[in-house]
Structures are given as structure tokens and as C-alpha cells.
């Protein structure tokens, strides 16, 4: 299981941090991501993070995003900075035990029900 929390509404060029707990696998040894997605679009890939601590970023968030994790605490975050318009969209945790994973959709098995994030320009 996968929950988000930390959406809500921002001025552009405001900060967001979101967080994603979970339960049900084994957390140290899954690879953790974020995606978004917008009315219309597809859902895209954001940030991941792996268990080797490899970490991957879209290009369009590079610079402004951090994605992070707490094995511990079996949570993931993503810290979100200097926030656009188009950085408007539902965002979802998702997760791939075992899985050395990027940004694709399809190697994520895990998915939280989302949170919606809305910048305003």
C-alpha cells in the first residue's frame, strides 16, 4: 500500500514537499519513483530512486526536484522548489520491488491513489 500526502494549490516559484508511505513490501529493496499526470496527457515519470541510490529526473523537474527516501521510515519524498504552471497535475508514489528501475510506468507494480498539486501563475 502506497499514500501520498503534501498536495495542495501554490503560487509559481512556491515550494511543495510530498510524501509517500508504504507498507507491504519490502521498502529497502524496491525501486521508489514519482509520477504525474495531467488532464489529457500520459502519465510521465519524475524522479526515481533506486536501492543502489541511483536517482533519475525528467528533464523538465532537473534542478528544481529532489526525490528522497527513508528506509526506515519506509517513506519517499519529493521536495519540490521553484514550481511552474505546467508542474500542475495529480502525482502518484509508485513502487518495483526487486527492481532496479527508471522512469518507465511499466516496471512499477506499486501505485498510491495520488495527490493533486496546482500551481498558479
Known amino acids: 500500500q502506497l499514500v501520498e500526502l503534501g498536495g495542495g494549490s501554490v503560487q509559481a516559484g512556491g515550494s511543495l514537499n510530498l510524501s509517500c508511505t508504504t507498507s507491504?513490501?519490502?521498502?529497502?529493496?524496491?525501486?521508489m519513483a514519482w509520477f504525474r499526470q495531467s488532464p489529457g496527457k500520459e502519465r510521465e515519470g519524475v524522479a526515481s530512486?533506486?536501492?543502489?541510490?541511483?536517482?533519475a529526473y525528467a528533464e523538465s523537474v532537473k534542478g528544481r526536484f529532489t526525490i528522497s527516501r527513508e528506509d526506515d521510515k519506509k517513506t519517499l519524498y519529493l521536495q519540490m522548489d521553484s514550481l511552474k504552471p505546467e508542474d500542475t497535475a495529480i502525482y502518484y508514489c509508485?513502487?518495483?520491488?526487486?527492481?532496479?528501475?527508471?522512469?518507465?510506468?511499466?516496471?512499477?507494480?506499486?501505485w498510491g491513489q495520488g495527490t493533486q498539486v496546482t500551481v498558479s501563475s
Open positions: 530512486s533506486r536501492p543502489s541510490g541511483i536517482t
Open positions: 509508485a513502487a518495483a520491488p526487486w527492481v532496479e528501475a527508471g522512469l518507465a510506468r511499466s516496471e512499477y507494480t506499486y
Open positions: 507491504g513490501f519490502v521498502y529497502g529493496a524496491a525501486s
